[in-house]
């Protein structure tokens, strides 16, 4: 049981090593079931040419690189494996040329079919190499090129950085100041974020007061409701009427002691009783004066009988 097993794991791995290698190679546009030969081909420099890259055979891909490695031990010369499809025939005038077909494109290997070949190649010959020109003088215009903007983006450089050269002190100067400017900023940002935190717990105070204040008022409210319903329950209207009655009564008072009836009127009206008193009032002082002089003629004791006295005023007395 566990041999039937492991033999259908095993069979599922070389399904799927065979089918990723058959779509891995139909994506890069080779047929699989064709035979393919083997060649090589050495190149001095095979600077970007790496594994799986094309063969092509004007404009059509009939193979693929399949190993690089150095051909002697001065490590001059790299011999490159090429499989290739077996129907297309190869002579001797053959040329394999390393050539980049665009700027952004990779490296491929080009077969170049030149007239005059006298036999035909067998698997594990080796072609004719050549580097296409274009790419020497691509990568030595693209490096002149390069060099020219670098030097001109130096000079460009230089000649931005000349004025700050003459002028480093104001610019050591200016750096000083900011670097002081950038202190004094964290400094009132600290005592910022202080004033903020100070803040922050006064204003927890004043809710806390004020949710201790509300804790207060809340029993004040509850007297002033009950104060609301005692006054609810006055009869205002009665006592209004009893109001109105007692300033009509003390309204009708004051007409009346205006006027010259009855006695309080006549006494703020008539000035009779006033002159009257007036001359009582000089009457008693008079009395008080003779009394204070003259004291025996009002208290007289004798044994023998008294006289009579002529009164202060020089009137007679009638007896």
Known sequence: MAKGREFKVGLFVVV??????????????????????????????VSGLNKGDRIILNGL????????????DQYNEILVTMAIDKTIKLTDSTYARLAKPDLLGGIEVQLILKPGGTRLLEMGDTLNGEVDGGITELLTQEGISAANQLTSLVNKINDVLDPFVEKSDTIGAALDNFKKLSDELIVTNRVAQTTMEQFRLQMEYVTDSLVVA??????????????????????????LVKIDSVLTGAETFITRLNSND????????????????????????????????NPKRYMHFSLFGR?????????????
């Open 16 to 45: 799927m090593a065979a089918v990723l290698y058959i779509g891995f190679n139909y994506l890069r546009g080779l047929n699989v079931f064709s035979p393919l030969n083997t060649y090589y081909v050495k190149y001095q420099n």
């Open 61 to 72: 891909d009939v193979g693929s690189v399949v190993e690089r490695k150095f051909s002697n």
């Open 214 to 239: 509300m804790g207060g008022v809340k029993p004040l409210l509850a007297e002033y409701q009950q104060l609301g319903e005692k006054l609810n329950a006055v009869d205002f209207e009665s006592r």
């Open 262 to 293: 009855g006695t309080l009127g006549k006494l703020m009206t008539n000035d009779s009783l006033y002159n009257t008193l007036t001359q009582t009032m000089a009457d008693l002082d008079s009395l008080m004066i003779d009394l204070r002089y």
């Open 307 to 319: 006289k009579n006295r002529p009164p202060a005023d020089g009137r007679s007395s009638n007896r």
